[in-house]
């Protein structure tokens, strides 16, 4: 792609216009502390908001390159390095100031670390938090939160012994105590071994942010709650306890499987990007931010997974989309992975895009909002439960493969599975339905080949096939 190309597309997280340099340095020292705390970025002068090409002097150009370079080396630390390329654009001159990503973040200006560490959001520049320049800090020096040592807890030879049990469970492999070693969750100094703060998170720690706040809500606000619970423990578990949430309050079909008596429920919407939004919320979340909780909205029109910290420096939002990865918690997704809790990184937000469309459901959103990143998944404005939705409709072909049943086909089947297929008024006795509904649900299944009226008028009964 030209740079053409680029501004053609617009200002991003990675690109800013101006038509001309500001004459206060700071109106674009703080975009080039952004680009370096970052994945880096351009900044192009000699173009205005709408994207047109209004174009440098060459002096104009030998003047920025000149005030930029002295801005950024008077205010910048660590060393910002600016690189200037020219360029003739559609007969017109515009100059490209790119700043690569850093590797000594936070960058700020001199004295002022607190107020003047920036990160890019968008197409804006937004003040660090204090939890963010205290993540950087600790990515430069080649640590991170997940790994430090915890002061929660002492290492707990029976909490180990269930977690351990309960990594095993998930049948990808054997977990073991040394297994935790390996993986750094415990570690050794000369005093010993002591646990991490990934141990504190596998073992379920009793912090009262490192919880999941789960909520349904009436329509589309949050002016009235339908339901809420606070889901903590361990952080693998709190993934399935909040999936478990979000399914009991969406709708949901059932689809009874051809040959066996088992069932199968079919959601409006599919669960498996709905639990890999929730794994990478709780395994990438910033657990710095203690004033924070992951949280899970439900709404009429949709369902928002929130979770504290930002895609993690160097990551953008564009990256991550196309599969790009980068661990906050390397240590905690190693252990997701190794254990089989999760699938590998680096394809969730392109696995629940595609997830979402088959279902027939628009893309989801994915959002960085300050010291915050959420995915918005967009619920069905119509939902038949007796097809279920999207992938369930495929196979709804009666007797040809899978039978997708209406509710009270299926109370009628379940009962007369049980033995309650006798009479009418033992199935109404059984389902608590009306006669009209058994009647209607007989016909029904007789009709898709699930069920079958068998011996005489006065003695016979209704059998499943």
Known sequence: MTLLDEIRKGEGERMEFKVELPEESMRYVDTVISYSNGAGGKLIIGVDDQRNIKGLSWEEMNDVEARVTSAVSDLCTPQIVPHFHRWNLDGKNVIEIRIHEGDKRPYHVKGKKWE???????????????????????????????????????????????????????????????????????????????????????????????????????????????????????????????????????????????????????????????????????AHRSYMQIEGRTMVAVFSDRIEVTSQGTLPSGLTLED?????????????????????????????????????????????????????????????????????????????????GNAVLKFNDESVLEAIKNGKGESINSLIKETKLSRASVTRSLESLKNKGLVVRTGTVRKGRYETR
Request: with cysteine; aromatic share 8%; hydrophobic share 35%.
């Open 320 to 400: 991550a989309l196309a599969g790009g990865t980068m661990s906050r918690n390397p240590i905690l997704t190693n252990v997701f992975r190794t254990a089989g809790v999760t699938e590998g990184w680096g394809s969730g937000m392109e696995k629940m895009v595609k997830l979402c469309r088959s279902y027939g459901l628009k893309d989801p959103l994915f959002e960085k909002m300050g010291a915050m990143f959420r995915v918005t998944f967009y619920r069905p404005k119509e939902f038949d439960p007796t097809v279920g939705h999207g992938e369930a409709k495929k196979d709804s072909s009666g007797t040809n």
């Open 116 to 282: 003047t560490t920036t990160i890019r959001v968008g197409s804006a520049n937004r003040q660090a938090s204090e939890a963010m320049i205290r993540e950087m800090e600790l990515h430069t020096s080649g640590k991170t939160f997940d790994g430090t040592r915890s002061d929660e807890e002492d290492l707990d030879e029976s909490k180990i012994k269930k977690l351990c049990e309960d990594l095993t469970e998930y049948k990808k492999r054997e977990f073991s105590r040394k297994d935790l070693v390996n993986l750094r969750v415990i570690k050794k100094d000369a005093d010993g071994e002591y646990p991490t703060i990934a141990y504190s998170l596998l073992v379920g720690s009793n912090h009262p942010s490192y919880v999941t706040e789960c909520a349904s809500f009436k329509d589309t606000t949050k002016l009235i709650f339908l339901d809420k619970e606070t889901i903590d423990g361990p952080v693998y578990k709190q993934i399935d306890k909040a999936l478990a949430f979000v399914l009991r309050h969406i709708n949901v079909g059932i689809r009874l499987q051809k040959d066996s008596i088992a069932n199968e429920d079919i959601y409006e919407m599919p669960k498996e990007a709905i639990r890999e939004s929730l794994a990478n919320a709780l």
